[in-house]
């Protein structure tokens, strides 16, 4: 073709159309849903004779309810970013909505979210989405191992309270035997009266009661020690046994966190690969979870896990 002043001059008009037209598509995104929204939060649509809003997207701009929301959750989530972001259209934009700002910024900022196709697109996200939920049901284990743990100190706190009140009431006592048995017997100048005599066996025999008494409860001082003694031992054990456990959700929640930063998959089978392991992960972890509870509760939960085991089954077959 021979590239004369006219030819030229019809390829620039060309290429300045297209791109006004391309700019007036993008831009079209913002407007409708702002439109859209405006439409809908003030009810317009009855002054056009529509009934409700679902009638007026049908009839009225030819377009599903469904899609008009899509437009109105665009513009009300990427608010003013949404500007820059009309490029990727509006079957990206919507389905990057099912992620939080920060896996969202993320694809947008990367750069995948333009190279993506839309089907890879809407693969990642989903693949996001697991593992955010997997990523919150281990804080939400790891929370109620904290729990567990904070509950036992405080038991124990309160234990060591109530042994160190006991400790001062019998401290008490003791200083009072002593201070009594300091005292001084009176020596009798005159045969004592039958009633005297009375009076001496009395005493006596409190104070044999006293001195048993004593005995009695030094004894029972030394088995609550050693009972005090034997706890703390079992308590210390369980908060091993629990910081161990907190450490080990520790680790998995990083291991979680690295593999989230990986590249996904390139193939179905890997797909396959890392579902099933994900799967035997979560048995695993079911399964050792319930051993801790209470007996009562472990054949209850043994059997509700018992119950979704048979119902992943049924659908293989």
Not at 24 to 51: C, F, H, N, P, T
Not at 100 to 125: F, N, P, T
Not at 187 to 193: C, F, L, N, Q
Request: glycine share 4%; hydrophobic share 35%.
């Amino acid at each position: 073709m021979e590239l004369t002043k006219e030819v030229r001059s019809k390829a620039q008009e060309l290429n300045s159309r297209i791109i006004a037209n391309a700019q007036i598509a993008a831009e079209s995104i913002v407007r409708v849903g702002q439109d859209l929204k405006l439409m809908r939060d003030e009810k317009l649509y009855s002054a056009l004779g529509y009934g409700d809003f679902e009638a007026y997207c049908k009839l009225g701009v030819k377009i599903g309810q469904r899609q008009a929301y899509n437009f109105i959750r665009c513009f009300e989530t990427y608010g003013e970013q949404l500007t820059g972001l009309q490029h990727l259209g509006i079957t990206k934009l919507t389905a990057m909505l099912a992620l939080d700002s920060e896996d969202r910024d993320a694809l947008i900022e990367s750069g995948d979210a333009e190279q993506l196709s839309v089907r890879e697109l809407e693969q990642r996200v989903k693949e996001l989405q697991q593992k955010n939920e997997q990523l919150t049901l281990d804080l939400g284990e790891k929370s109620k191992e904290e729990s567990k743990l904070e509950k036992m100190r405080n038991d124990m706190e309160k234990l060591q309270a109530e042994l160190a009140a006991q400790k001062d009431i019998q401290t008490k006592k003791d200083e009072r035997i002593k201070e009594l048995e300091a005292k001084p017997v009176e020596v009798a100048v005159e045969k004592p009266s039958k009633a005297e005599i009375a009076e001496i066996e009395k005493k006596a025999a409190e104070k044999a009661k006293k001195a048993v008494k004593k005995q009695h409860d030094k004894e029972l001082a030394e088995l609550r020690e050693k009972s005090e003694s034997e706890r703390r031992a079992a308590v210390e054990a369980e908060q091993k046994k629990y910081l161990a456990e907190i450490e080990r959700l520790r680790k998995r929640n990083t291991d979680l966190q690295s593999s989230a930063k990986k590249a996904p998959p390139t193939s179905e089978k890997e797909r396959i690969k890392i579902c099933l392991e994900e799967v035997q992960r979560n048995f695993n972890t079911a399964l050792e979870t319930i051993g801790k509870l209470p007996e009562e509760e472990r054949e209850k939960f043994k059997g509700v896990l018992k119950a979704v085991v048979e119902k992943m089954g049924g659908l293989l077959v």
